[in-house]
């Protein structure tokens, strides 16, 4: 089966950033001031884009940087 255009090679690490923080997607959402449902597309992967602005206030709430919460997968 052929790959979909929009298919993306990229993987976010919300869960165990998370877990490791003992931080619930709800205080993460109320920290970064983005809604829960956004903040779900985004652990979920199926998030298509995300701003600078938003990865900057996740990377300051959870205490890391950018590689931390998202890495490239080879396909």
């Known amino acids: 089966m052929p790959e979909e255009k929009d298919e993306h090679a990229i993987e976010v690490h919300l869960d165990r950033l998370l877990e490791e923080r003992g931080m619930t997607?709800?205080?993460?959402a109320?920290?970064?001031?983005?809604?829960h449902a956004n903040l779900s597309i985004l652990k979920?992967?199926?998030?298509?884009?995300i701003r600078f602005t938003t990865l900057t206030r996740l990377c300051e709430a959870?205490?890391?940087?950018p590689g931390d919460l998202l890495s490239h997968r080879a396909r």
């Open 25 to 28: 997607l709800t205080e993460l």
């Open 62 to 65: 959870l205490g890391c940087q």
């Open 30 to 35: 109320d920290r970064v001031g983005v809604t």
């Open 44 to 49: 979920n992967g199926r998030a298509r884009a």
